[in-house]
């Protein structure tokens, strides 16, 4: 069975996760303008970035779902926590729908795939919604038994699963506490809850489900997949690496995803990094070789 039923309470969180911080976006620019924003806010928002946002793509993508390295109790711990400060779910029902994506890639099965209703172009603009944002709205949950059971079998991760509430109370107030107690005043705290609490949530949100949407529609496709995925660069920053898309879905499992000359991923400088430490080993580097039979032919 791939999916079961969200029950109520969860297809409302839902929608609450998604919807909250882009509102805050929307008000973000008039905010500004009639604020200001304080090099403190900006500090604030960037690292609290980089530490969710990294959750996600060396955490929840490239090692709890393609097993791309091995990690120490320690930092699989740590690496489960900063992704759920990312506001993108429970770690265990994030993977299980990730490897559901790879296992029906474009194809009847895939949760958020934009090619979904056709290829007309009000059928794309359909598929884009649906695959950027539309299928966190509906009920469908991914059976995480089917495609994540080594998660549930992990008694750490299922604390952490179980704690995703209490993470996402503490990745919007943690920003404004840390606000508060540098600047010594609620108003210091109350800037730093909206741009490096809501609006940093936001545009994480957005990047990420750009590569589900944008990277599937977009872009170069130098590697022979067995769908649609494209490496779109102007994401490469901002995505940590994970826009390199379609290298990735020629090679699932490598640790790095922008294999090409001057493909920026800062993903895989972060799991390089955490190898030197040897906080983490056996890491699945692509190999030119395997890459060489992907290339598609001039």
Known sequence: MLAGRKSGT???LVKLFAVVPLVAVAAAVPLAWGWGLSWLDIGLAAAFYCVSGLGITVGFHRY???GSFRARRGLRIALAVAGSMAMQGPVIDWVADHRRHHAYSDRDGDPH???RFGTSPAALAKGFWHAHMGWLFGRDRTNPRRFAPDLLDDTDL?????LFPVLT????LLPALLGGLITMSWWGAL???FW???VRVAVLHHVTWSVNSLCHLIGERPFEARDRSANFWPLAIASFGESWHNSHHA??????????RGQLDISARLIWMFEKFRWASHVRWPRPERLARKLKAA
Request: net charge neutral.
């Open 191 to 193: 800037t730093a809850f």
């Open 64 to 66: 709890f779902t393609h």
């Open 251 to 260: 090679d699932p499992t490598g640790a790095r995803h922008g294999v090409g």
């Open 113 to 115: 795939s934009p090619w």
């Open 169 to 172: 109370v503490g990745t919007l």
């Open 158 to 162: 299922r604390t952490i699963d179980r």
């Open 10 to 12: 969860e297809a409302f």
């Open 196 to 198: 490096a609490g809501l």
